[in-house]
Structure formats: structure tokens, C-alpha cells
């Protein structure tokens, strides 16, 4: 079985779930799965590397990240890897685009799916704004990819066999000074199981607060925006979902007052399950919709908002 490279994202001492979840898409494909790691804390997280059988743990500062992909594709080289993936979050795919220029190959984004047969790789990408699906195989020595998030199970399979010290990241072309934490420690709409995102129905920025109290309600959800509201400085671009926003596949995406425009499509229509509320029965939103509600947004979010906290206070 071919040997698959895995770039695994950490904080505070545990591996991010979107590496989990490019630890399970490479473990279903191979059992021989290396976990790559680096910067502070990467040897306390290495132990989550669930799936992996081997975690190599890279030394030195992991502050430039051409350093970081050459030492990558080291790893790569070294142990005769025939696949490298990452979750395509932003460091992803800052990262995999670098490695797969050191190991001579192409890069594979955003998958859907990855395969392996044998030493040969298969991948699905949406293409178009989600309108198709491509499926591609990679000629390269290695296939390089990196998988969407919420598209893969995390790996739940026991961590890593062994965690060995890899090579020292060098000093590199370029390197990261500093990061900001943005204010508020809100979800990232990224990366919440929930996901109470607003349009331009909402008719005003004060009443995003309905779409907080909701997200409030739920506990675990992010707010998101149309491109619409943030065009309009209702919302921030970091909330924006669609084409030129996030790409979020949560578990429940609610879209309020949200008329379903293609871009908007783009982002979220790989959600498992997906509510809308409208007061157009012909808004477009409602083609791709689980469930759909047809009325005012500002009757029916509190009374959503207030059924949730009831179900929630019951257990
Ligand atoms: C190159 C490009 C990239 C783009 N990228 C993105 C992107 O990343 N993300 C994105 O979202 N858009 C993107 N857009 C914009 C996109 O085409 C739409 O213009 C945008 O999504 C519309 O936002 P909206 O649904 O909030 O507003 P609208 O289209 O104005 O829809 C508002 C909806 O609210 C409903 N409504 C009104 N009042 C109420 C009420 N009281 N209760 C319930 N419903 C109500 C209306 O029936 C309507 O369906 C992009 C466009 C281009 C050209």
C-alpha cells in the first residue's frame, strides 16, 4: 500500500478537526498514513494524530512557510510517499501548493473525495461554482491535494504508532512576524457544526441580532452572511460564505432572508442538511433546501430561536 504524507494543523495541544479529517480521508485510502507536524505544541498534539502510523514531529521554528513545505516534502521523498494531502483551510492552502512545486508535482484542490488504487490517486473536485463535479487522477509521482473540510469523517482510529523527531525547518524566503487574533472568539464560520447564516432580507444590520440569538441558541453555531450584507458593512468578510467568502459544509446550514444566488450556492450547498427561510416561495434557495419555510424572517427566527432553548433546557 502506497504511502500517504499528511499535513496535521494543532492548537492548544490537540490536532484541528480538519486534520483529522485529512487523517481519515488518508487512512481510508492507505494504512500506511505519516502525520507531519511543527511549531509549539506540535509534539504534545502529535498523539492525536489518530489513524496515522507515524507522526514525524519537525524541529526549529516553523515561522516561514517555503521552510515548512521543503521540510514536508522531505518527509515525502524520504519515505517514498506516493500521495501528500492537507485540509484546504488557509494554511493548507498556503502550505500544499509549495510542497507539491518541491516534489514536481500538481496540486489537487479542494476535494470532495480521494481514492487510492494501488499507487494511483483519484480525486473529486467541484468545479464551477459547485455546477460539476471533476474527477481527476494524478500522473505525478506524488499526488498532491487538498481536501475541502466537512467532506471527509474525522479519523476516530487510535493515534499515531510511533511519533519521531524530524529535520530542523530552515530559515526560509519568507516569514511569518506576527498574528492577530480577531476580536470576539466568535465560532468560525468555517468550522462550526452549525451554521445561522443572514441575507439582505434582514433589511437592517440591528437585525442580525435575530440570527445571533439563534446562533446563541444552538450553542455550537456560527453566524454567516451573504456577500450582499457584507458588501453593505453589516457583517464582516470574515462571516461571508459563497464563491469569494468560506466554503462551509456544517452539519445544519440555516439560510435566512438569503435569496440563493449561485455564488452564494457555491459555499454551502455540500451542507448536510440545509434550512431556509424566505418569504418568496420561488426564492432559488429553497431548490437546494432540506427543509423550507416560507414566511417573514422576523416572525418566524424568535420563535425558532425560543424552541431551540426550549428543547436545549429540557436535555
Ligand atoms: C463574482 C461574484 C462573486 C460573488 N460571491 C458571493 C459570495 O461569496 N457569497 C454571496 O452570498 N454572494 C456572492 N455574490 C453575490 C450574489 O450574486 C448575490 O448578489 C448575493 O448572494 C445576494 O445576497 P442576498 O441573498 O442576501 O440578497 P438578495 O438576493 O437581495 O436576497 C434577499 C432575500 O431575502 C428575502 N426576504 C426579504 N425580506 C424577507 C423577510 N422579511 N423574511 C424572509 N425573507 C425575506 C427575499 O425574498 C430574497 O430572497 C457574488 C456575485 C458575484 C458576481
Known sequence: MSTIVVFVEHADGSVKRASLEALGA???????VIAVLCGDGAKAAAAGANGAS?????????????????????VATDSNAKAFVASATSS???????????????LLSDCVEFTADGDAFTVKRPWLAGKLIATM???????????????????????PGEIVDGADVGAGKATLTGIEAKQGGAIDVAEAPVVVSGGRGMKEPEHFALIEGLAAAFGNAAVGASRAVVDAGWRP???QVGQTGKTVAPQLYIAIGISGAIQHLAGMKTSKVIVAINKDAEAPIFKVADYGIVGDAFEIVPALTEEIKRIKAEG
Do not use: M, Y
Not at 26 to 32: I, K, L, T, V
Not at 60 to 66: C, E, L, V
Not at 92 to 106: F, H, I, K, M, Q
Not at 137 to 159: E, I, Y
Open 137 to 159: 487522477r494524478s500522473n505525478a509521482k506524488v499526488a498532491c491535494a487538498t481536501l475541502r473540510r466537512n467532506a471527509f469523517a474525522p479519523s476516530d482510529a487510535d493515534g
Open 92 to 106: 493548507g492552502r498556503d502550505l500544499a501548493p509549495r510542497v507539491a512545486a518541491n516534489l514536481e508535482s500538481t
Open 54 to 74: 507515524k507522526a514525524v514531529v519537525l524541529g526549529g521554528a516553523s515561522t516561514s512557510p517555503d521552510a515548512v513545505a521543503q521540510a514536508i516534502a522531505a
Open 237 to 239: 468578510h470574515s462571516e
Open 26 to 32: 488518508a487512512r481510508a485510502a492507505s494504512n500506511q
